[in-house]
């Protein structure tokens, strides 16, 4: 429940009561004298998704939109009148929805300084091939505050929070990908980990730069469930670490191909940092509006010219998120596509009768780098084989096949992994 505070000019106070009234809401209120003004407390309680309609209709109704008001969380209510939640839309206020977002985003000391921590517990967790350290340095990201501010301000058209929001995810970012560059070339020249690493063989790793729509798919929902979240009065907490996964290890695998010198590694995890970026914002700016949150002064109709010049920074901010969405979506898209041809070329060749005995464990298509105007592109297979079992002509076979499959030129490497097996 929300209990709500109101200070009313004795003038407007049968206004007040009329919408109260009309609504059945209890109330309560005391005078406040001051000189030969004399004012009004009320207070009421109501359920967070009721608070916009009545302030809306106390607006209407002639209360100075600028008025005290003060909107408390209260634990229980016992009240007379029967306003139910269930009544009314499933979400907060126009202002607490602001209040929130802008509680969420903590300083730049602890948003920046958490933001560092959490790369490096990332880094430390893709290089360690551990689940379990990548997911913890998810808890720690404070990423969900610039996100949902940014969402927020671009929803309502709040040029302070559209800034900061926007602003800090950038920054934060850049923080994320430099800390887990700087902390990557210490563990490597320093000798924590084998000099002979393949990092981009690692599980943890390789997950992240080959972006597909399963990778997409996190961020798009991951946005969306931050403005639910955040919206209907529903804890975020949880939807912060889904936005930190989509963001943070990304930033660390940036940072990680950096340091080792591996463009493919670098390239590929940056795709997908920004996919994931472009998505949660897109698609959290798309559902607060679809939620109804917007300008309080929004037309009904299509906007004129002065409605665009006084939206300019929303317009601008949709405009760049939708292009940075749809050109990595672009890239993810065409991934996808060489994917599945390499898939089906690679099954194509393991089904000849000669290579019965093979038994394929898996299949990755990644980023190799950047080649004059198109995207370079390798490709991993893995097979278990008898034991001692040669195949001299396998990894040349699928290198044609794949290559005539894309119809360009790639590189192919194939691991074996022996299996021994007794009669029964």
Do not use: K
Not at 186 to 215: D, E, H, K, M, N
Not at 255 to 266: E, S
Not at 281 to 291: D, E, M, P, Q, R
Request: aromatic share 6%.
């Amino acid at each position: 429940m929300r209990l709500i505070q109101l200070r009313v000019p004795d003038p407007d106070l049968d206004d007040v009561r009329e919408v109260l009234d009309g609504r059945d809401v209890s109330y309560v209120r005391s005078t406040e004298e001051s000189g030969e003004d004399t004012a009004w407390l009320v207070q009421f309680p109501l359920p967070p998704e009721a608070v916009d309609e009545v302030f809306e209709a106390l607006e209407a109704a002639g209360l100075d939109p600028d008025r005290y008001a003060v909107v408390a969380t209260a634990e229980t209510a016992r009240m007379e009148g029967n306003v139910e939640a269930r009544d009314h839309e499933d979400r907060i206020s126009h202002d607490e929805l602001r209040g929130r977002a802008v509680g969420m985003n903590p300083g730049a000391v602890t948003y920046y300084g958490m933001t560092l921590l959490s790369a490096v517990v990332a880094t430390a967790g893709l290089l360690l091939d551990s689940p379990a350290v990548v997911v913890g340095s998810m808890v720690i990201a404070p990423q969900v505050g610039s996100a949902l501010t940014a969402s927020v301000g671009t929803a309502l058209n709040d040029r302070t929070l559209l800034v900061e929001g926007y602003r800090d995810q950038i920054l934060g970012l850049l923080t994320a990908v430099l800390g887990a560059t700087l902390f990557g070339l210490v563990v490597r020249y320093a000798g924590f980990v084998p000099a002979q690493l393949r990092v981009g063989t690692v599980q943890q790793i390789s997950q992240r730069i080959s972006p597909g729509f399963l990778s997409m798919a996190v961020g798009i929902c991951a946005g969306a469930a931050g403005a639910v979240g955040l919206a209907t009065a529903l804890p975020v907490s949880l939807v912060g670490v889904m936005i930190a996964a989509a963001l943070i290890p990304a930033a660390a695998a940036v940072g990680v191909g950096i340091a080792w010198g591996l463009p493919a590694v670098a390239l590929g995890a940056g795709i997908l940092l920004l996919v994931n970026a472009a998505s949660i914002n897109l698609t959290g700016f798309i559902v607060l509006w679809a939620l109804g949150f917007r300008p309080s002064d929004w037309p009904d109709g299509p906007p004129d010219s002065a409605t665009v010049r006084r939206y300019g920074p929303t317009i601008v901010a949709v405009l760049a998120l939708t292009t940075a969405f749809v050109g990595a979506s672009a890239v993810t898209g065409q991934q996808m596509r060489v994917e599945t041809q390499v898939n089906d070329a690679v099954s194509e060749v393991l089904d000849r009768p000669i290579y019965e005995d093979l038994r394929l464990l898996s299949v990755q298509t990644r980023f190799g780098g950047v080649s004059v105007y198109r995207l370079d592109r390798e490709v991993a297979v893995e097979v278990s084989r008898p034991d001692d079992t040669a195949y001299p002509q396998l990894t040349l076979r699928l290198a044609d096949a794949v290559s005539a499959a894309i119809e360009e030129a790639v590189a192919v490497e194939v691991s074996f992994v022996d299996r021994q097996s007794t009669a029964a």
